[in-house]
């Protein structure tokens, strides 16, 4: 059995440093232990977790010990005193969600699509870096985006009406990994939007990290402060379940720009313009706008996509922003002006079903 105190706390132990790093942000690793001010994750130095070690006795990993007060536990005491949880079996539900298992009784769960389906099964403990199973755990890991800085993000983008954003989770300290040699900040973990990357049945194959600044009104101030990993191919960030009729375009800004204007439409967002041209979609759609973006690669998506959904039966239309992007359009022209563009661009049927005007201030 999985659910086993004794099995959880050697499954923590073997990823000790991410358990660290997510519910001891305080803290840092100095050489074979992390270091933090106390088991509640306060500044300071007192308290030694041990990154390394056999599974058990003295010397394990994941034990820990304050010199200062003398308390010592596993990482299991340190999930329940970080998290201010009652009892051992409120610690242990906690580990399973970091671990991504399954609970000793598995029950349907809805997919970030809003799907319904039931749980696929347990995820591996230890994915292969870059893979589909370490992009499921990544999810999992993360929490809903309502008041974090994801939120503060997506608001100071200009993006404040979005509905269903069950495919956006939000990670407090995501792994930043550098290149040798780069000059970015030496901070090795931000805050981070997490977006699920989807297939035509609603399962994770990849996700997109977003890393953002500490006050979340802007990424963060590194090299490449968005990455992806998983399958991205065919597959994209999804908002609503598409039916007969969807949009799909490149970034997920541009998308949720969309959404505050056309708040029924079901859209996808395939985050670049090599993987829009190549974007499956589903097989009862029959009319599909293309969202282009303003730069060359942009415009060779589009086209690309247009003729593919032609030859397949599906009428393509395509919505063009003034600007760079829709999110460039609503940030610097308002949502009016942008709610005017798209309203002319849309087939008169659809506007009835999915336009709506923006509120008015006041």
């Known amino acids: 059995m999985l659910d086993t105190v004794s099995d959880l706390a050697r499954r923590l132990a073997r990823d000790a440093e991410a358990v660290c790093r997510h519910y001891l942000s305080n803290g840092r690793r100095q050489g074979r232990y992390w270091t933090v001010g106390d088991v509640r994750n306060a500044p300071g130095r007192s308290m030694f977790v041990r990154l390394s070690g056999p599974d058990s006795g003295p010397g394990a990993a994941g034990h820990w010990t304050d010199a200062a007060s003398a308390e010592h536990g596993d990482l299991l005491d340190v999930i329940r005193a970080t998290r201010g949880l009652d009892g051992m079996g409120a610690a242990l539900d906690e580990a399973r969600r970091f671990l991504g298992l399954a609970r000793s009784t598995p029950s349907p769960r809805s997919t970030p699509s809003g799907q319904s389906c039931t749980d696929r099964g347990t995820l591996p403990i ?51 990994r550098r290149a040798p040699g780069s000059p970015d900040d030496a901070r090795d973990a931000w805050p981070a939007l997490i977006a699920a990357v989807t297939d035509l049945d609603g399962a994770i194959a990849a996700v997109q990290r977003t890393w953002l600044d500490p006050s979340g009104r802007r990424k963060a101030p590194i090299a490449t402060p968005r990455r992806a990993m998983g399958h991205l191919l065919g597959n994209a960030v999804r ?27 079901p859209l996808a967002a395939a985050l670049s313009a090599t993987h829009l041209a190549a974007i499956r979609p589903p097989p009862t759609l029959r009319r599909l706008y293309v969202v282009r973006d303003n730069d060359p690669a942009g415009h060779r998506a589009a086209e690309t996509l247009t003729a593919r959904a032609r030859v397949a039966g599906i009428e393509a239309l395509t919505l063009v922003p003034a600007l760079g992007d829709f999110n460039d359009d609503l940030r610097h022209l308002g949502a009016g002006v942008l709610a005017a563009a798209i309203w002319w661009q849309l087939a008169p049927e659809d506007v009835a079903r999915f336009w709506r005007p923006p509120e008015r201030d006041g």
């Open 126 to 176: 230890s994915a292969p870096a870059g893979s589909p199973e370490a992009a499921r755990r990544l999810f999992r890991m993360s929490a809903p985006i309502g008041g974090t800085l994801a939120s503060t993000y997506l608001v100071a983008r200009g993006i404040t009406a979005a509905r269903d954003t069950a495919a956006l989770r939000f990670h407090t300290h995501c792994w930043y």
């Open 239 to 265: 908002f609503g379940v598409a039916c007969d009729v969807m949009a799909a375009g490149e970034g997920i800004e541009t998308m949720l720009s969309l959404r505050c204007i056309l708040p029924d439409l």
